[in-house]
């Protein structure tokens, strides 16, 4: 099964700085995505940004830009201009082809003002 | 309402009596999913449900059991649960064609 790895239980960032939350797997598939979940402390859990494992370019969504490297097997995500409101847990998860979803431990995200 | 929806947002139960969580989507999808988040671990998936068929089990304890009447409405059927059961419990529902899963805000449970 594949796995997801995410190294750093906590993090923190200074207001308005920048800061890189890391993610591996593990797999053996070729085609598969993968994801950066966001959940603020009210649990909701919202997608963040995502990635198809086919395309090279690395997405970005405003703030949120990941640096994907297929053949490390590294999905990480760089928030810029960091807010008050981007604390939350985040969850790194990959989907296969197969529509099986697997998700990290999380990385508990702090920003101090 | 839009959405996933969850309810109870909060549950607390003794070992013996029998309550369900209830999960409702609005977005028209076509599968929906149970979690169970614990603190440290990642989200550990219970039960998959594609065009109302179970196709996914993962070794789930039969005091957890689902149910989905329609592809909008998901249920579990919870019974003489376990302290270690208490914990998260997510809905997600997703549609083929769109990559992500779209989650609910999770009913905390409390086994005492």
């Known amino acids: 099964a594949q796995t997801v790895t995410q190294s750093q239980p906590e993090m923190s960032v200074q207001e308005a700085e920048t800061v890189t939350l890391s993610c591996t797997y593990d797999?053996?598939?070729?085609?598969?995505?993968l994801f950066w979940y966001k959940q603020p402390p009210s649990r909701q859990m919202i997608l963040v940004i995502r990635q198809e494992a086919y395309k090279q370019q690395n997405a970005t969504e405003n703030r949120f830009s990941v640096n994907f490297q297929k053949a490390a097997k590294s999905f990480s995500l760089k928030i810029s201009d960091s807010q008050l409101g981007d604390a939350a847990m985040y969850f790194c998860?990959?989907?296969?082809?197969?529509?099986?979803?697997?998700f990290g431990t999380g990385t508990s995200l702090t920003v101090i003002p | 309402e839009t959405g996933v929806t969850q309810t109870p947002r909060h549950l607390v139960m003794g070992m013996t009596n029998k309550k369900s969580l209830k999960c409702e989507q609005h977005?028209?999808?076509?599968?929906m999913y149970w979690y169970k988040q614990s603190a440290k671990k990642p989200l550990e998936l219970m039960f998959v449900?594609?065009?109302?068929?179970?196709?996914e089990n993962n070794s789930v304890p039969s005091r957890f059991s689902p149910e989905c009447p329609n592809s909008s409405h998901l249920f579990l059927h919870l019974h003489t649960l376990q302290p270690e059961d208490s914990a998260l419990y997510l809905c997600?529902?997703?549609?083929?064609?769109?990559?992500?899963?779209?989650f609910g805000p999770g009913t905390r449970l409390t086994v005492t």
């Open positions: 997600a529902s997703s549609q083929e064609g769109i990559l992500e899963q779209y």
């Open positions: 797999t053996s598939e070729s085609d598969y995505y």
């Open positions: 449900y594609n065009f109302k068929e179970q196709t």
């Open positions: 977005l028209g999808h076509n599968a």
């Open positions: 998860a990959y989907r296969s082809a197969g529509n099986q979803f697997y």
